[in-house]
C-alpha cells in the first residue's frame, strides 16, 4: 500500500496570502493524484486531478505540480472560504490512498 | 449534473452488520466507478472498496476483506456497502463517491454522497 505524507499537519496564513501544501507518495505513482477540499460537516470537494488540472467549477487560484513522488497544492491570494482541510490522494495503484490531511487557518 | 444520495444515519451494536445504500440521479451510473469512503471523528479518509455496475465485480481494500459486501442495482441506479462484524472502530461517516473517469475502478472522485454517519455502540 502506498503510504501518502502530507505536510504541514497545520498551516496558517493571512487572508490574501499564498498556501503552499505538499504530498509525497512512498512509491511513485506518476501523475495519478488528485487534491481535495473538506469543510466541517461536509464531503470532500474535488479540487485537482492528474496532479495538476482543475475539476470542473474550481477557480483559478488553485493550481497543483509535481509528479513521481513530490506533489504540491498552491493556494495564491487566499479567500475566506478556502480556510478547510486538504487531503491528497493517489489513484496509480490499489488501493487508493490518502494523505492524512492539512488543516489550513487564518494567521 | 450528477447527484449521489445516501441513507440516513445508522446506530448499530457492535457485532451487527449496517447497509448503506446511495442513489444516483442525473447521470450515466453503470461504466462510473461508485466507490466507498469513510472517515472516523476528526480523523482522515479511507477507502473502503467499489463497483462498476457494467462489470458487476466489487473491489475490496485489504482491510476490510471478508466483512464488507459492495453491490449495485442497475436498474435503480443505487449502490450499495454492507459492513460485517461492526466494531467501535468502524463508527465513521460512510461517503460514497463517483469516480471522474468512467471504466476506471478507482480514479479521482468528483461527486460524493452527503454521508450516512454510522455508530456502533457496545
Known amino acids: 500500500e502506498i503510504l501518502m505524507t502530507q505536510s504541514p499537519g497545520t498551516l496558517s496564513v493571512s487572508p490574501g496570502g499564498r498556501a503552499t501544501l505538499s504530498c509525497r507518495a512512498s512509491?511513485?505513482?506518476?501523475?495519478?493524484l488528485a487534491w481535495y477540499q473538506q469543510k466541517p460537516g461536509l464531503p470532500p470537494r474535488l479540487l485537482i486531478y492528474?496532479?495538476?488540472t482543475r475539476a470542473a467549477g474550481i477557480p483559478a487560484r488553485f493550481s497543483g505540480s509535481g509528479s513521481g513522488t513530490e506533489f504540491t497544492l498552491t493556494i495564491s491570494s487566499l479567500q475566506s472560504e478556502d480556510f478547510a482541510g486538504y487531503y491528497c490522494q493517489q489513484y496509480n495503484n490499489w488501493p487508493p490512498t490518502f494523505g492524512q490531511g492539512t488543516n489550513l487557518e487564518i494567521k | 449534473q450528477v447527484q449521489l444520495v445516501q441513507s440516513g444515519t445508522e446506530v448499530k451494536k457492535s457485532g451487527s452488520s449496517v447497509k448503506v445504500s446511495c442513489k444516483a440521479s442525473g447521470g450515466s451510473f453503470r461504466t462510473y466507478a461508485i466507490n466507498w469512503v469513510r472517515q472516523a471523528p476528526g480523523q482522515g479518509l479511507e477507502w473502503v472498496g467499489g463497483i462498476i455496475s457494467f462489470f458487476g465485480t466489487p473491489i475490496y481494500a485489504q482491510n476490510f476483506q471478508g466483512r464488507v459486501t459492495i453491490n449495485a442495482d442497475e436498474s435503480t441506479s443505487t449502490a450499495y456497502m454492507e459492513l460485517t462484524g461492526l466494531r467501535f472502530e468502524d463508527t465513521a461517516v460512510y461517503y460514497c463517491a463517483r469516480g471522474l473517469t468512467p471504466n476506471h475502478y478507482y480514479h479521482a472522485m468528483d461527486v460524493w454522497g452527503q454521508g450516512t454517519t454510522v455508530t456502533v455502540s457496545s
Open positions: 512509491q511513485g505513482v506518476a501523475t495519478n
Open positions: 492528474g496532479a495538476s
